[in-house]
T-cell receptor, first 112, second 116 residues
Framework: GENVEQHPSTLSVQEGDSAVIKCTYS??????FPWYKQELGKRPQLIID?????GEKKDQRIAVTLNKTAKHFSLHITETQPEDSAVYFC???????????FGTGTRLTIIP | AAGVIQSPRHLIKEKRETATLKCYPI?????VYWYQQGPGQDPQFLIS???????DKGSIPDRFSAQQFSDYHSELNMSSLELGDSALYFC???????????????FGPGTRLTVL
């Protein structure tokens, strides 16, 4: 089955700086890679996703890159703000309508 | 926009009791997923349903069962509860019929189950 590794487990950055979270996956059949943001005790919220036919996707301050050959994908947050503080999970699946396999999460703290 | 609804939001049970968690997917979504999230852990897939049929099964204990009804809502039934079952249980929904671009999984607010 799919195995997703995520690094780092914790990340602290100064407000306004950039944050990068990296994930690797094992199953070459995976084609859909969403990123979820989860605040304490709340639901995972989709912030961006990417499919295997695209190498990069951007939405305002958030971008995701995908390298299918190397089986890794990354989340980039620029101009970080205090409200970006949360746990971020990457995930992988062959298709969006199949089970998600999550990474172990990154606790991001933005220092004002 | 309507979101995934879960009930109850909080549930406290004693060991060996039973619990039923309910999930109401986003309207017109035909696929429901259940995930279990322990403290400080990532969500773990339990089971999923498409058009009222089980579509996939993960690390769900035999003590748990689930089904999807004709109105697409789903229920997760948990029996002989153990202390280790204490967790957040999330339901997510998606639509297969809308094509690849509409298959994103949207999560409900979760049910926090505490087993004493």
């Amino acid at each position: 089955g799919e195995n997703v590794e995520q690094h780092p487990s914790t990340l602290s950055v100064q407000e306004g700086d950039s944050a990068v979270i990296k994930c690797t996956y094992s199953d070459s059949a995976s084609n859909y890679f969403p990123w979820y943001k989860q605040e304490l005790g709340k639901r995972p919220q989709l912030i961006i996703d990417i499919r295997s036919n695209v190498g990069e996707k951007k939405d305002q301050r958030i971008a995701v890159t995908l390298n299918k050959t190397a089986k890794h994908f990354s989340l980039h947050i620029t101009e970080t703000q205090p409200e970006d503080s949360a746990v971020y999970f990457c995930a992988a699946t062959p298709f969006g309508n199949e089970k998600l396999t999550f990474g172990t999460g990154t606790r991001l703290t933005i220092i004002p | 926009a309507a979101g995934v609804i879960q009930s109850p939001r909080h549930l406290i049970k004693e060991k060996r009791e039973t619990a039923t968690l309910k999930c109401y997917p986003i309207p017109r979504h035909d696929t429901v997923y259940w995930y279990q999230q322990g403290p400080g852990q990532d969500p773990q897939f339990l089971i999923s349903f498409y058009e009222k049929m089980q579509s996939d099964k993960g690390s769900i204990p035999d003590r748990f069962s689930a089904q999807q009804f004709s109105d697409y809502h789903s229920e997760l039934n948990m029996s002989s509860l153990e202390l280790g079952d204490s967790a957040l249980y999330f339901c997510a929904s998606s639509s297969m019929s809308g094509g690849a671009l509409s298959d994103t999984q949207y999560f409900g607010p979760g049910t926090r189950l505490t087993v004493l």
